[in-house]
């Protein structure tokens, strides 16, 4: 992701990595009142009042997670509605072994919608961050 940090320099947006606490309110932005805590492997956020010193309080702007042989289809799918319910705008979903990523958008009514799966060769862009180009052939270089 440093592409998207150098990116990023010229925008309000930053980017964080893991350990890097996100807590998503339901009702309340009190701390008593928040269940749902998620490490998200990289979050870009574009709102500096969602920080503060624990971490980021509400939705990201845009969510990347690595599949890695530790992750359960309950914990994907819990994500996933997670990110959905608490209006992420976009999620990004890489699989490394398959040397791909899937892109999951917000839609007007707020529900995820699915990109085509990118792979080698391909180029991504993001709604989150217009301007914003990745090469997935960059992305993957170093896995084996």
């Given at each position: 992701m440093s592409q998207a940090?150098?990116?990023?320099?010229?925008?309000?947006?930053?980017?964080?990595?893991?350990?890097?606490d996100v807590r998503f309110p339901k009702e309340s932005r009190n701390d008593q009142a928040i269940f749902t805590v998620l490490q998200p492997d990289i979050c870009v956020i574009c709102d500096k009042n969602k920080?503060?010193?624990?971490?980021?309080?509400?939705?990201?702007?845009l969510v990347?997670?690595?599949l890695s042989p530790g992750n359960t289809k309950m914990e994907l799918l819990n994500k996933y509605h997670v990110y959905e319910e608490s209006g992420v705008k976009?999620?990004?979903?890489?699989?490394?072994?398959?040397?791909?990523?899937?892109?999951?958008?917000?839609?007007?009514?707020?529900?995820?919608?699915?990109?085509?799966?990118?792979?080698?060769?391909?180029?991504?862009?993001?709604?989150v961050l217009p301007g914003f180009e990745l090469a997935l052939d960059d992305v993957f270089d170093d896995v084996e």
């Open positions: 940090r150098k990116f990023l320099k010229k925008q309000p947006c930053k980017v964080y990595l893991s350990p890097f920080i503060d010193a624990r971490g980021c309080i509400g939705a990201p702007d990347v997670e690595v976009e999620y990004w979903v890489v699989s490394q072994g398959d040397k791909s990523i899937l892109i999951y958008t917000l839609n007007e009514i707020g529900k995820f919608e699915p990109s085509k799966i990118f792979t080698l060769s391909e180029k991504i862009t993001s709604t």
